[in-house]
């Protein structure tokens, strides 16, 4: 993959990169590479799909006639896999106001940034289907009945389904069909970006530039508008919503004109199905996959909708009082999720195993004396499971390998289990004979993995050393 990457590099620039570096993966198949020329840089992009590569460029090319900032695509291979694309840098908008998400406070400069984007949202939306031939869309060519159904079941299947709530599936297929309805019943055909939301937005010598639009297809303008201001992850306050509203509306009465309270109405009612999308999305990641950061943020997404939905109730009865029964799980009510503690621990067992101080009992002892041990051998005798001789005999002449993947499939069943029900202690035990090789080795590498995983608080004691360190939780 990459050598194809290179070879379109060489057949563009006449020489090869200096580097070549492999950007850390989005929600895609697309693997992204930078790499790096004498001068500049480029980004290569190998693509699995060629209809999605050709709407990308097509698309590409639209948003350069229209004027708007986004990557251009500087060369093609001749069987469409890959592509290379002009460097944006590493920043996004969402990693830009990291700090203003945090504190829930967004400076002048943040606003004004974001207001930017806003101003540009009408201007892709209307210029560039003047540009963009939308058969070449993918995988679709429009918004309609059949994706809006396609994002409802996905919020039927891999998230209501996961939360195991009991629910009426006819009362919320009349439901869907109703929303459906409404979603339709105001479509201007302008381009709908459909992914338009922070992470999707770079930031490069303080100008917005977008990315990431290969999705994109004709639909109405109301769809993109509540992605950005309704973006779960973002933490807009609603002072700053109502600003990015503004400057949208200001930009937009150059081709339309609408009335304020109709049109938040309506991109309330996209906010709604938007979230109901999200939530199908953070289902399948959390409750599915069991991938921590997916699970976190859906109470402040079940919030924002149901405070949505208190706008809708006549229409949306019967999804309500789901999104209400839901939220009061102790798996989403935010002031039960309580901090987790891992304490682990290595030991020898001449020693005997550690006691569970904080009173709950129970976690893991895993012995670690079938392994085979460096302790036998003179060089290694007064070094431990850190140092690096020793390590690179465990890694070399033993299964430690095969024995943590085991271990780990047990902790981290446990770790994501306690999270959840809002647990705070466990604890983990690695023993061998003496407690200073393989039990080392082996309570490092769990600890890590699970700081790594979970990002939770982990407090290492090695007994026999005298060693105790913590790290902090990343939550």
């Known amino acids: 993959m990459v050598e194809k990457i290179k070879e379109l590099y060489i057949c563009k620039f006449g020489t090869g990169p200096v580097s070549v570096t492999e950007l850390s993966g989005a929600g895609s198949n697309r693997v992204y590479y930078r790499l790096q020329g004498d001068v ?25 006639c229209s004027g708007v900032d986004a990557p251009r695509v500087l060369a093609v291979s001749d069987d469409g896999l890959y592509y290379l694309q002009t460097d944006l840098g590493n920043v996004s908008l969402y990693d830009a106001m990291k700090e203003s998400r945090e504190n829930s406070v967004f400076s002048e400069h943040d606003v004004e940034l ?9 201007h892709i939306q209307y210029k560039v289907p003047r540009f963009f031939d939308f058969s070449l869309c993918y995988p679709v060519s429009d918004f309609n009945e059949r994706t809006i159904m396609w994002d409802l079941n996905y919020f039927k299947y891999c998230f209501l389904k996961g939360t195991g709530v009991e629910f009426n599936e006819s009362l919320l297929e009349d439901e869907f069909e109703r929303l459906t309805s409404l979603l339709l019943s105001d479509n201007d055909d302008a381009f709908l970006y459909r992914d338009f939301q922070s992470r999707n937005v770079m930031v490069k010598d303080g100008k ?6 290969q999705g994109g297809r ?8 509540a992605s950005f201001v309704g973006q ?54 959390g409750l599915f996959e069991r991938k921590r950061a997916f699970v976190e943020v859906i109470p402040r997404a079940l919030a924002q909708l149901a405070e949505l939905l208190q706008n809708f109730t006549d229409e949306f009865p019967y999804i ?8 009061q799980l102790p798996m989403f009510v935010i002031d039960e999720i309580k901090e987790l503690t891992v304490d682990v621990m290595s030991f020898s067992y001449k020693r005997g195993i550690p006691q569970d101080t904080s009173g709950n009992g129970g976690g893991f002892v895993f012995d670690c ?59 983990v035990c690695c023993g061998c004979t003496g407690g ?40």
């Open 114 to 122: 974001l207001c930017d984007v806003m101003s540009s949202l009408p």
């Open 40 to 64: 500049d840089s480029v980004i290569g992009v190998a693509g699995t799909s060629v209809q999605e590569n050709r709407a990308f460029v097509a698309l590409a090319e639209a948003f350069a």
């Open 232 to 285: 779960a992850r973002a933490c807009y306050t609603p002072c700053v919503v109502d600003k990015m509203i503004d400057a949208y509306l200001a930009s937009l009465a150059e081709y339309k004109k609408v009335d304020r309270s109709d049109f938040i109405k309506k991109v309330s009612l996209f906010r709604v199905f938007r979230l109901l999308q999200n939530l199908g999305a953070y289902g399948y990641r």
């Open 369 to 427: 004396r079938a392994i085979h041990n460096p302790g036998r051998y003179e060089p290694y005798k007064n070094l431990t499971g850190m140092d690096a001789p020793v390590i690179e005999f465990l890694e070399k002449e033993s299964n430690i390998a095969e024995f943590l993947e085991s271990a780990y499939a047990l902790v981290d069943n446990m770790v994501d289990t306690y999270k959840r029900r809002g647990f705070t202690h466990i604890q």
């Open 436 to 475: 200073r090789h393989r039990s080392v080795y082996s309570a490092e590498h769990i600890a890590h993995h699970i700081a790594e995983k979970f990002g939770v608080k982990v407090v290492v004691t090695h007994k026999m050393q005298g060693v105790k360190y913590v790290i902090e939780s990343k939550v």
């Open 208 to 213: 917005p530039f977008f990315i990431d639009f």
């Open 320 to 327: 309500s009082s789901l999104i209400d029964e839901i939220s």
């Open 218 to 225: 004709k639909g109405p303008v109301y769809y993109d508008v």
